[in-house]
């Protein structure tokens, strides 16, 4: 197909500019000049990358500072330009240092388990979960692939808020039996849960072996010398703990 006006239009330009000014490249331009010079681009990623939880108004505020006064939509712009949007960050539980600790003993640990031990493997646990009204929604700047970066991420503490406590299980064919938990849930309710047909029909279901194994964390409910001589009486049940 033989090459249109606007081929021979720039082709045109292009020999002009040379002839008269000894060169391809953009020539200057008459209007006001850009704001945010590298710069001030760099400022911009250097402060979310200290804080991410900073907002475009504080940005704006700090360019303001170094007299460079843009609209916050001029700065949201430019980071989107750098790669840096603003998203929703992931939440984790708090964990403290020893919590830390035991996690990383217990992944050592366990390192080298095969792949048929997990496949029998059944994880329990209680969480609550709100009805009425959720968290405050708020953003973080990041670049793609930090979802997960420790500066990127707001800990979150368990049971902190609800209206609903369930108790669940799962293992690695799938979801098991989901129960509702009402009044204070204690070493007594936690053992009626496990007793009241809530374990051995998520074993059928999920296929479980008969080698099979019971899952928790150090929670005081689940640790307890009453719920501990309760599990010891099920031989057929075996018992890992984790944090």
Known sequence: MPPGKG???TVRQT???WRQFGTVATLP??????KMTPRAQRRLINEVKKQPRVTAKDLKAALMQANICVHESTVRKTLNKQGVYGRT???KPLLTKKN???C???AKEHIDTSQWYWQNVLWIDETKIELFGKNTQRYIWRKKGTAHHHKNIIPTVKYGGGNIMIWA???ASGPGQLTVIEGKMNSQVYQKILQDNNVCPSLCDLKLKCS????RDNDPKHTSKSTFEWLLSLSYIKISWMI
Not at 29 to 34: A, E, F, K, Q, T
């Open 169 to 171: 299980c799962f293992a």
């Open 7 to 9: 081929y021979k239009s």
């Open 212 to 215: 099979w194994v019971l899952q």
């Open 104 to 106: 990383l003993k217990f």
């Open 100 to 102: 830390i600790a035991a």
């Open 89 to 91: 960050p992931r939440r």
């Open 15 to 17: 020999i002009y500019k």
């Open 29 to 34: 331009r008459s209007g006001r000049p850009v």
